[in-house]
């Protein structure tokens, strides 16, 4: 890695950096991230972010042994030598998550981040370059970099691609192109995180018999699936499918809505999100006019579709605008959500069980994963259908 590129800027680590593979789950990485961990959750900056505190609390030592016990034996595995992973540019924290999933699996890895310059960005690079004064991390800084420069320049993300054994792309179909006009060598391979789609699915029976502290943690657990990455997230839920007898599913949706609605007031909503907020309302009435929209103030808007066509991934909102439709059961799921682009299916008063056996039972190609309301945004090793360990490391064979 001698070559110089134009236009980057290291904002951790070298360009020079070693490539040194080492066991998924590894002493030495569970050691660093242990470390970072604590680092972030004692930084006064870093405290006043959720999503940092969020990814400090994933990357502590005793979540990564869960992962390494659900995950099983890992010790004919080794990584496969240079990651080189490209963040999305509309969820800041994203790139951590990449990078330790890098790291985890015993690779050295090169992250380009988003050009915003998110805050984020800067104070867990800030915090991994105070650890460096250890010696015991210094290994850390040589096998690994973050990097930062513009989307255009070709010939870096050429240079990166060409010494990667894996390119992972996070970002929409138009951000993937760009990035495969960069070669890879013969034998690399790469991860595309494309465009996603995910909602919801509740019954309405659930919800009118859920006590008050259920609606609360419902509510709670909605939030933070939504407003806290203001929707932008791949696995933030933006249509509700509302299963159960017509009779009760106006009484529920209200008493849902009014639930989330009181937890939205915390929600920091400035005038550029409200007035793009009404810019998309206007959008979805120059394409249907079977609809009808409940608002709570300006925090919470409710688009009620009255019709849903086959393909519901237009179905988009931010800043507190969700789509909401109504279907006689579970089954009738099924007719809506066979497209590839779909990822994460969010359920309340429904058996995840219940929507896996569907999807079997009618072969659909969408739904990759299916969770509580409240974990839409848990990450994990098994992502977008890519089982992540095995991707990103290889098998060693003994005969």
């Not at 034996?73 to 924290?93: C, D, E, L, M, Q």
């Not at 894996?166 to 391979?189: A, C, D, M, Y």
């Not at 931010?318 to 990822?343: C, M, P, W």
């Amino acid at each position: 890695m001698h070559m110089k590129i134009s236009g980057v800027e290291y904002l951790f680590g070298e360009q020079n950096i070693e490539v040194k593979p080492k066991q998924p789950y590894g002493e030495e990485q569970c050691e660093f991230l242990e470390a970072l961990s604590k680092a972030l959750r004692a930084d006064k900056e870093a405290r006043q972010y959720t999503d940092i505190l969020t990814f400090a609390f994933w990357i502590r030592r005793a979540n990564i042994q869960q992962l390494y016990q659900a995950y099983g034996n890992t010790y004919n595995r080794i990584g496969k030598g240079v990651v080189f992973h490209i963040a999305p540019s509309n969820v800041a924290i994203n790139f951590a998550y990449t990078f330790a999933f890098g790291m985890i699996t015993g690779n050295a890895n090169i992250v380009k981040v988003s050009s915003k310059r998110f805050v984020q960005t800067t104070i867990i690079c800030r915090v991994m370059n105070q650890l460096m004064e250890e010696e015991r991390f210094r290994w850390v800084r040589k096998e690994n970099a973050v990097v930062l420069y513009d989307r255009e320049n070709q010939e870096a993300t050429d240079y990166y691609s060409s010494l990667c054994d894996v390119r992972i792309i996070w970002g929409g179909n138009h951000t993937i192109e760009r990035v495969r006009k960069s070669p890879l060598q013969p034998r690399s391979t790469e991860i595309t995180f494309a465009d996603r789609y995910s909602f919801g699915v509740i019954s309405s029976e659930a919800i009118l018999r859920a006590s008050e502290q259920d609606m609360k943690t419902l509510a709670e657990g909605f939030y933070n699936d939504t407003y806290l990455m203001d929707q932008n997230a791949c696995s933030s839920p933006h249509l509700i499918f509302w299963v159960g007898n017509k009779a009760d599913q106006k009484k529920a949706e209200e008493r849902f809505w009014k639930s989330v609605y009181t937890e939205a007031k915390r929600y920091e909503l400035a005038d550029i999100k409200v007035s793009d907020k009404y810019t998309m309302l206007c959008e979805c009435a120059q394409k249907t006019e079977a609809f009808n929209v409940d608002r709570y103030d300006n925090l919470v808007y409710v688009v009620n579709l009255k019709e849903l066509g086959e393909d519901i991934t237009g179905y988009r909102g931010k800043f507190g605008l969700f789509y909401s439709y109504q279907i006689e059961d579970v089954e009738a799921l099924f007719r809506y959500t066979n497209h590839k682009a779909i990822q994460t299916c969010a359920v309340f008063g429904i058996e995840e069980k219940v929507i896996a056996d569907g999807i079997m039972r009618n072969h659909i190609t969408g739904i990759d994963r299916i969770v509580k309301f409240g974990h839409t945004l848990d990450i994990g090793v098994f992502w977008d259908g890519y089982d992540i360990v095995s991707v990103l490391s290889r098998c060693i064979v003994s005969l």
